[in-house]
């Protein structure tokens, strides 16, 4: 017989009711998902762990009010972008450089930090990924502004549709569909060198 | 029918599939004729599927041990002084309301309350430097009085304080200490003489005690020792608080020493109340005198 898993509502009406093994199936569930949102926002991975982290915190404290008038993704979504955004300002506050380079080494810290850049498991995809236009693009999209930043990682790395890209970003969806516009043309400006 | 300028303002949610069927169909038809869209619709893409392949990150293998430690470890996230003040509204906001209405009307009734004290304190303080060195406890605890009223606390009876005969001394020393009324005498708060009293050189007297009885009938018991009568006993809800006795002006001082003592061995707080302007009941022709004994309930905390 099939078994079925839960959905993320059931699990969290489990979790609103003590159940930490239902919240811990919920983290499990999502936890590539906030962490890769923060690291495409931040492009620093210690600081993306930290605040995928953070956001799951605060999901487990504000549990209680959450009354599933959006997706668990959505409110998820939701946590992650404002707490990369304060991060950003805290960094901004410091005058830290926010570009950051996929060159950089990476800080494996105590070795739990040693995670690596998930390869795509497709070889054609692979070689794609390796490509200088890619790691072009990557240091473009750090050069743009925030909010257009958010609104191309929400769309395609994400994969939201634009009704739920606003309700995380709490704007209109003729907005989200003008600023992704203006945020792809700014992209693609930038990239016109290798896109000729 | 769309311009170039219009179809590539929709080429970006055409690339998304967030346009309307019509819009779609305008696009696609725009496309089919005109190359340069195509270019653009074929840069988008390119940047489209670019931003999807971006390097991801896997989460680190102890992310989930890592976040249970600090939900464990974590306190509960510190509050602003709003939320901590007010939330939740529907339960702290009823609450906090009915708190600062009783805290007002304490802070009234303490206010009140705090006047009678102030009567007490100040017939405390009232005291006599001629009076010599304290014949009883209770005198020092009456000196200390001054500072800390509190005559209730320890005795075991509650503390009674009177004023001894009056002396032009004493009148004196009264008006030293004393704030001076209006006319040039001290003031009492506690014991004015009244005009007609006056006229009639009437001694008065104040008993502090907690139990009214306790005093009336140590009063009384004093006054037959001195061959002396209860003229009248007014009463307050059954309480008395004024009464007024008839004793043989050679016996008042007598009296008045009497009634110290018995305080003083019963370990009660004494201090001298009097209204400087009282003089000694002077015998003409008959040789009885009337005393005025106020009994005062003292403010209990």
């Known amino acids: 017989m099939e078994s079925v898993l839960p959905s993320d509502r059931e699990l969290i009406m489990q979790a609103q009711r003590g159940d930490d093994a239902a919240f811990e199936e919920l983290v499990q569930r999502h936890q590539r998902r906030a962490i890769n949102v923060a690291f495409q926002l931040l492009r620093n991975e210690e600081d993306a762990v930290e605040v995928a982290q953070d956001a799951f915190v605060r999901v487990y404290r504000s549990l209680g009010g959450f009354r599933g008038e959006c ?3 959505t409110w998820l979504h939701q946590i992650v972008v404002n707490l990369a955004r304060n991060k950003h300002r805290w960094w901004w506050r410091r005058g830290r450089e926010v570009t950051m380079s996929l060159d950089a080494p990476v800080e494996a810290g105590d070795g739990e ?15 794609l990924a390796k490509t200088e236009f890619v790691r072009t693009l990557e240091r473009k999209m750090t050069e743009l502004p925030r909010k257009f930043r958010e609104v191309l990682v929400l769309r395609n790395v994400e994969e939201l549709g634009y009704e739920e890209i606003a309700v995380v970003l709490r704007c209109s969806v003729g907005t989200v569909k003008s600023r992704i516009a203006r945020a792809r043309e700014a992209l693609r400006e930038a990239m016109k060198d290798e896109l000729s | 029918m769309m311009t170039c300028r219009q179809i590539e303002n ?3 949610a055409y690339v998304d599939g967030e346009l309307t069927d019509a819009v ?3 696009v696609q038809a725009h496309l089919g004729a005109c190359e340069r869209c ?17 390097p991801r990150l896997e989460p680190p293998p102890r992310f989930v041990p890592d976040l249970f430690r600090r939900l464990r470890a974590r306190p509960e996230p510190r509050q602003s002084w709003v939320d901590w003040v007010f939330r939740p509204v529907w339960l702290k906001l009823p609450v906090e309301a009915v708190a600062v209405l009783v805290v007002a009307v304490g802070v009234m009734f303490l206010a009140q309350h705090g006047q009678k004290r102030e009567q007490c304190v100040r017939c405390t303080t009232i005291t006599d430097p001629t009076a010599g060195a304290p014949t009883a406890p209770a005198e020092a605890e009456a000196r200390k009085g001054e500072a800390m009223p509190a005559p209730t606390a320890v005795a075991p009876e509650p503390a009674t304080v009177l004023s001894p005969a009056p002396t032009k001394e004493r009148a004196g020393a009264a008006r030293r200490l004393a704030p001076a009324a209006p006319s ?15 006229s009639r050189a009437l001694d008065r007297l104040s008993v502090v005690n907690t139990n009214p009885a ?21 009463q307050d809800g059954g309480a008395p608080r004024n009464m007024r006795v008839r004793l043989p002006a050679t016996e008042v001082v007598k009296f008045k020493a009497q009634l110290v003592e018995t305080n003083a061995d019963a370990g009660l707080k004494l201090g001298d109340m009097m209204d400087a302007a009282m003089e000694p009941a002077k015998p003409k022709e008959e040789p009885m005198t009337d005393l005025e004994i106020r009994i005062i309930v003292p403010p209990t905390r």
């Open chain 1, 71 to 73: 997706e668990f993704t």
């Open chain 1, 113 to 127: 930090m040693s995670q690596q850049v998930a390869a795509p498991t497709d070889p054609a995809d692979v070689e």
């Open chain 2, 10 to 12: 929709e080429l970006s």
């Open chain 2, 24 to 26: 779609r169909s305008e």
């Open chain 2, 38 to 54: 195509r270019q653009r619709l074929a840069q988008l893409e390119r940047l489209s599927d670019g931003v999807a392949r971006l």
């Open chain 2, 184 to 198: 040039g005498r001290p003031e009492s708060l506690a014991f004015k003489m009244e005009a007609a009293d006056k």
């Open chain 2, 214 to 234: 306790v005093a009336e009938q140590r009063v009384r018991t004093l006054v037959k020792t001195v061959r002396g009568s209860v003229v009248e006993v007014k």
